[in-house]
């Protein structure tokens, strides 16, 4: 089983930044895949961006340039720095991990965290 803990999001302005931080702990395998999901209301929920436990980073086109996902290993952390925000990235956003083994992946969601764009 892996735990996630999630902070940050909140309410900002059009072109502002906000940075959310995702905790692993638990049984985390030397492979794995961690990031964001987001899902705005009466859409299904998309990738943001991940970055795997070798550091290749994934992207959704809307958000590149935009946005910056890194890791601590250390920690477990995965941070998601948004800057340049629109009205458009308004959404829960969730974390995501993925354990990768030989049986497969086995995937782990966090509660969520809304992010709310508006003046």
């Known amino acids: 089983q892996v735990q996630l803990v999630e902070s940050g999001g909140g309410l900002v302005q059009p072109g502002g930044s906000l940075r959310l931080s995702c905790a692993a702990s638990?049984?985390?395998?030397?492979?794995?895949?961690m990031g964001w999901y987001r899902q705005a209301p009466g859409n299904q929920r998309d990738l943001v961006a991940t970055?795997?436990?070798?550091?290749?980073?994934n992207y959704a086109d809307s958000v590149k340039g935009r946005f910056t996902i890194s890791r601590d290993n250390a920690k477990n952390t995965v941070y998601l720095q948004m800057n340049s925000l629109k009205p458009e990235d308004m959404a829960v956003y969730t974390c995501?991990?993925?354990?990768?083994?030989?049986?497969?992946?086995?995937?782990?969601w966090g509660q969520g965290t809304q992010v709310t764009v508006s003046s």
């Open positions: 970055v795997t436990s070798n550091g290749r980073t």
């Open positions: 638990g049984t985390i395998f030397s492979t794995y895949v």
């Open positions: 995501y991990f993925g354990n990768v083994g030989l049986g497969g992946r086995y995937d782990y």
